[in-house]
């Protein structure tokens, strides 16, 4: 029997790198200085900033391919890890006011997840390339 796993694999491999690659031209277009900050208040190196342009961008742009998806996904959790730990840590246990109410962390999470069921699946049937950690 047929089943519609590799194109539900693809389908959440494209919506996750849509929604992604949304925050990585913000952030090409506005840049990364200002992540320095809440890094540095945690005694990280500001040039860890960049690595949202690899999460952000690159990250997306292998997702969309299948091209080592699962690679793509790891960073993509670390990256939702640090926004939620260096900018959002002070939200993570609240609800909305505006909205309907709702994790004050949704969005952040919601990427998180994905990504972390991407990492699990893998790319599917539908990929650029073959073999390991597609």
């Given at each position: ?24 031209i ?36 292998l ?32 609800i ?5 109410g ?13 990504a ?5 699946l893998?790319?599917g049937?539908?990929?650029?390339g ?5």
């Amino acid at each position: 029997m047929r089943t519609f796993d590799d194109l539900g694999k693809l389908v959440l491999r494209f919506t996750l790198g849509a929604i992604l690659l949304f925050h990585g031209i913000y952030k090409v277009q506005h840049g990364v200085a200002w992540i320095e900050q809440p890094l540095a208040a945690l005694g990280l190196p500001g040039f860890l900033a960049y690595g949202t342009y690899v999460a952000e961008v690159l990250g997306p742009l292998l997702l969309f391919l299948g091209y080592k998806a699962r690679l793509a996904a790891l960073v993509i959790m670390l990256d939702m890890a640090m926004a939620m730990v260096l900018v959002l840590r002070p939200a993570l246990f609240t609800i909305k006011e505006r909205g309907g109410g709702g994790w004050a962390v949704e969005l952040e999470a919601f990427i998180l997840l994905s990504a972390l069921t991407v990492f699990l699946l893998g790319s599917g049937r539908y990929r650029l390339g073959k073999g390991g950690w597609d």
